[in-house]
């Protein structure tokens, strides 16, 4: 079955940081960009991150830039989001997303 | 950055109904356009991918139109199944952007 499943989220203070995973199955990773996508409570879609095939180019929401890291590790189907200096406003759920599938999310929430 | 506007923010239709709704793009991005819908809880699903292409296993009943800045999803009959948030997403230049939704609800 082609899928994505993320994992890594919880309840994290401000200031910490956080590594979430998300792993692929059903189709030929190295064949496509991966992205992450955010949405805070009841809030619209936010796109955070995306890197391509080998990890050699990654690209980043300005707002986040320096906080967050994207990477991946093709030999386990896996992407990552790390993030740091987590604040409150970075409570949402994080989406993997390869083209034309997302992943059901992980909740992240930021409070102390 | 590409702002995109939706509109309505809000529709309240009856099953049955066509419906419209609009995507603006502050920018010409050609056809590098997604739709998306989304239920509460849920993961968005995709709708239609490059503006106009109807993803696989998405009722004929979904359809896309537009380029450059405007764009539009219409559902030709709208099912009970369909009451749900739609976005748009422009994926034309980074950073990727999405319009703010469009409910569409029971009337």
């Known amino acids: 079955e082609v899928q994505l499943v993320e994992s890594g989220g919880g309840l994290v203070q401000p200031g910490g940081s956080l590594r979430l995973s998300c792993a692929a199955s059903?189709?030929?990773?190295?064949?496509?960009?991966m992205t992450w996508v955010r949405q805070a409570p009841g809030k619209g879609l936010e796109w955070v991150a995306n890197?391509?095939?080998?990890?050699?180019?990654?690209n980043y929401l300005d707002s986040l830039k320096g906080r967050i890291t994207i990477s991946r590790d093709n030999a386990k189907s896996s992407v990552y989001l790390q993030m740091n200096s987590l604040r409150a406003e970075d409570t949402a759920v994080y989406y993997c997303?390869?083209?034309?599938?997302w992943g059901p999310g992980t909740l992240v929430t930021v409070s102390s | 950055d590409i702002q995109m506007t939706q509109s309505p923010s809000t529709l309240s239709a009856s099953a049955g109904d066509r419906v419209t709704i609009t995507c603006r793009a502050s920018?010409?991005?050609?056809?590098?356009l997604a739709w998306y819908q989304q239920k509460p809880g849920k993961a968005p699903k995709v709708l239609i991918y490059?503006?106009?292409s109807l993803e696989t296993g998405v009722p004929s009943r979904f359809s896309g139109s537009g380029s450059g800045t405007e764009f539009t999803l219409t559902i030709s009959s709208l099912q009970p199944d369909d009451f749900a948030t739609y976005f748009c997403?422009?994926?034309?230049?980074?950073?990727?952007?999405f319009g703010q939704g469009t409910k569409v609800d029971v009337k």
């Open positions: 997303v390869r083209y034309l599938l």
């Open positions: 059903g189709f030929i990773f190295t064949n496509y960009w």
């Open positions: 890197i391509n095939h080998d990890g050699s180019q990654t």
């Open positions: 920018q010409s991005i050609s056809t590098s």
């Open positions: 490059q503006a106009s």
């Open positions: 997403q422009q994926y034309n230049s980074y950073p990727r952007t």
